[in-house]
DNA sequence: GTTCTAGAAC
DNA sequence: GTTCTAGAAC
């Protein structure tokens, strides 16, 4: 592996801990944390944890306890708030703070001498549910009781916090084990400490891929992880309605790390992502076919040893040459396309335009640092506003050819608080451009050694930066350790104890040796598809049914309608009383991604033979409702319509995939399907990660643990359906008959 | 898509 | 011990 053995972290202008840049500031700066979180989501727990052993000074201002009895108000949080950030302490503002609007005016009531954290403790509902109902004493039904309805109707408003609110951090967690090393993590701030800026933490569930994956890796002594924060999907939600016993939450916690620690390697959409443009090509003429392969010869160098995080080519067009041919070598070399991709956006706007979230971007500068120029550069420094060329300033005044220079990217820059960039790692390559200063004069023995070192500098920069945030990651595990003995104390006997805490470090250190151990040939090509590129699965045979049935029905029976477009026959395992599919009749058109504007009309008939079946059911039995839409990936081939009555009342309806490929964002209403189709030639499709989200209530939207107890209350429930479905005609009822009822 | 079943959860 | 899920095989 001799290929390896070139480069480690050494001799060249990145600062090694561009992260703690606020070493040199030596100046408490106050921070002002609004955690966000419904009821029950352990936002007192989690400031009682963090004052309990914490240096820095904090105040909790709660707003259910400043009211001396009764009910506190936001005025009275706010003036509290400021007073004790002007005393020079830290401040957890415990409310809900659901909404943008209940935080901004704690935002916007301090100043810049105070840094802005939101925590988000983004728990299963079910959770949240089963905490407060058991606090306030009342016995019993989670599912039903009125704690189930007030936390239910609270989440529905949610609104997780972005950066562009003003926040310098924001953490968000959605599971036990991300609280727990959110916990640890401000524990473990020091007075003088900073953490790092930006966002940590993931919206999207995405659980199914991470069990699979854990699973795998469980077997296979994994590699370890990066980010303290990073998202988490795959707890189980009954374990916490059953193994959550207060006292011993960190105790446990600690076990649980041990148990899904795996996960937080893989969490691939949130992996720490260098963006960076090809270096050299543009403005300085550097040979296509060169750089092509010398940033497919770096990227495969350096994306086994940069752990989960990934690094992505981009340029501005989807038809650049750079892109094709980087792609296409890099397919080649069967470079993982999860660690590495290529993508067609503005680099500026990877996060709002192309939903790419990157924390560092690459800028290919100029010798003095400047903005202007033209092309990548200009782009930057411009999105980025002064605050980039301050900060860059402060790190360096020129670049020579074949370096990178990272500069922490100030929380008021745009980059920042729009895109979630931390990091702008400025690189110079080398010029074959004779308008441009330094020009090689096609000399490209020279030329080709520059542009890998440019490469190098780039990667290596990069992985400077991640492995702050290792380090900082390691750091809040040492503590949990150590929080762990102090909060034991007086709880257990010590031996049980001391056994925990060594079963504990010994797993801690083999996870932080192997920071820059490769993942298992396995993980990356067991593909979500939803970057890179994307396998079409093939169809096993099982799946041929439906196709056969369109292309041939005289050969089946079980039809109950026919003409030239479509087919319709009963489901052979109905999820529901009354459950059809219409069929297209048309080769390779095989599910709703292969449907193009030229199909609306299809579509439209599918959807109108559909409605005629529901209302003919309807009229038999008024008291049924229906559902039309397409199975975002269907599991049979030939794209099928279901028509299916909202009862669910099914023996065939077994799992948790059944559920919730009728009911979630996974179910393409036909009519949205339809407007999208015609308005932009395809349909959204949301991808089967969707179906292992928790099972909750399609009329009252409560949350149940497995599907018997969810049956068993969709059987009674009679809460009228979201109001989303109401609209646009997504549910059809019997003539007359209200939606309420 | 379903069935079967190991093993996790209860 | 029983219930339930999730993965593999088909």
New binding site residues.
């Given amino acids: 592996m001799g290929q390896f053995s070139g480069y480690t972290v050494e001799a060249m202008d990145v600062d090694p801990e561009p992260n703690l840049g606020g070493k040199d500031e030596a100046k408490e700066k106050p921070i002002l944390v609004i955690l966000v979180g419904a009821p029950g989501s352990g936002k007192s727990t989690f400031c009682d944890h963090v004052m309990r052993l914490a240096t820095r000074p904090w105040v909790r201002i709660c707003q259910d306890a400043i009211g001396n009895g009764k009910a506190g108000t936001k005025n009275q949080c706010l003036t509290a708030a400021a007073s004790a950030l002007k005393d020079g302490k830290s401040v957890f503002i415990d409310r809900c703070n659901l909404s943008r609007e209940q935080r901004a005016d704690f935002v916007k009531r301090v100043g810049p001498e105070v840094e802005k954290h939101a925590v988000a403790l983004d728990l299963p509902a079910k959770l949240c549910i089963s905490r407060s109902v058991k606090r306030t004493g009342h016995e019993g039904n989670l599912q039903g009781g009125k704690a189930a309805a007030v936390v239910n109707r609270m989440l529905q408003k949610k609104e997780l916090p972005k950066l562009n609110e003003g926040y310098a951090r924001i953490t968000v967690c959605q599971d036990k084990k991300d609280v727990q090393a959110a916990i640890n993590m401000y524990t473990a701030l020091g007075p003088l400490d900073k953490l790092p800026p930006g966002f940590f933490g993931q919206k999207n569930s995405d659980s ?1 891929v991470q ?2 994956i854990m ?1 795998f890796l469980k077997k296979k002594d994994p590699p370890e992880c990066s980010d303290a924060v990073v998202y988490i999907a795959s707890e ?8 959550e016993k207060d006292s011993n939450q960190v105790l446990e916690s600690c076990e649980e790390q041990k148990k899904t620690s795996v996960g937080s390697s893989i969490s691939l959409e949130n992996a720490p992502t260098l963006a960076f443009p090809s270096i050299s090509t543009a403005d300085f003429h550097f040979n296509l076919e060169k750089a092509s392969d010398i940033i497919v010869e770096k990227v495969e160098e350096y994306v086994n040893k940069l752990g989960n995080a990934r690094l992505v080519l981009v340029d501005l067009s989807q038809n650049s040459k750079i892109l094709s041919l980087v792609r296409a070598k890099a397919a080649e070399k069967n470079i993982d396309s999860k660690k590495f991709f290529t993508f067609a956006g503005n680099i500026t706007n990877l996060y709002s335009d192309g939903g790419l979230h990157c924390n560092a971007i690459a800028n290919v500068t100029n010798w003095r640092l400047k903005p202007g120029g033209g092309g990548v550069n200009a782009a930057i420094f411009n999105a980025a506003g002064p605050a980039l060329e301050t900060a860059t300033k402060a790190k360096a005044k020129s670049i020579s050819s074949g370096k990178a220079i990272v500069v922490p990217l100030p929380s008021s820059s745009p980059l920042f608080s729009r895109e979630g960039v931390t990091h702008v790692i400025h690189v110079l390559g080398p010029n074959m451009n004779p308008q441009r200063p330094n020009c090689l004069n096609n000399d490209y023995v020279n030329g080709c050694k520059i542009l890998r070192d440019a490469y190098s500098s780039l990667f290596d920069g990069f992985a400077s930066i991640v492995r702050t945030q290792e380090e900082l990651c390691k750091y809040s595990f040492e503590k949990i350790t150590e929080g762990e003995v102090q909060l034991d104390q007086g709880s257990r006997n010590g031996g049980q104890k001391a056994k925990r805490e060594t079963v504990c470090e010994a797993d801690m250190n083999k996870k932080y040796k192997s920071f820059v151990k490769e993942l298992g040939p396995n993980v990356g090509s067991s593909g979500d598809g939803s970057t890179g590129g994307q396998i079409t699965k093939a169809w ?4 041929q049914a439906l196709y056969d049935t369109a292309m041939h029905p005289e050969r089946h029976k079980n039809i109950i309608e026919m003409s030239d477009d479509v087919v319709v026959l009963n ?3 109905p ?1 529901a009383q009354k459950h059809l599919l219409v069929l297209a009749r048309v080769e390779s058109l095989d599910r709703l991604e292969d449907v193009h504007k030229e199909h609306v009309t299809l579509l439209k008939t599918m959807h109108s033979v559909g409605l005629k079946w529901a209302e003919k059911f309807l009229s038999e039995n008024s008291s049924l409702t229906f559902r039309l839409g397409y ?1 975002s990936v ?3 081939r030939q794209l099928h319509l ?1 028509v299916i009555s909202q009862d669910f009342d099914s023996n ?1 309806l ?5 559920w919730n ?1 009728f009911n979630s964002p996974f179910f393409r209403d036909s009519v949205d399907v339809i407007d999208e189709v015609s308005q932009n030639g395809k349909a959204v499709l949301k991808d089967e990660n969707v179906l ?1 989200m928790e ?1 909750r209530c399609h009329r009252c939207q409560s949350a149940h ?6 049956k068993a209350h969709i059987s009674s429930c009679q809460a009228s359906f979201p109001a989303f479905l109401l609209q646009n005609g997504r549910i059809v009822f019997s003539e007359g008959k209200d939606a309420n009822s």
């Fill in positions: 199914k069990q699979g699973k189980n939600i009954q374990s916490h309605a059953t193994k096993g045979a099982w799946a489901d052979l395992y999820k199975h269907p599991s049979m279901h065939h077994k799992n948790k995939k059944h490929s292992s099972l643990p497995n599907i018997p107890r969810l």
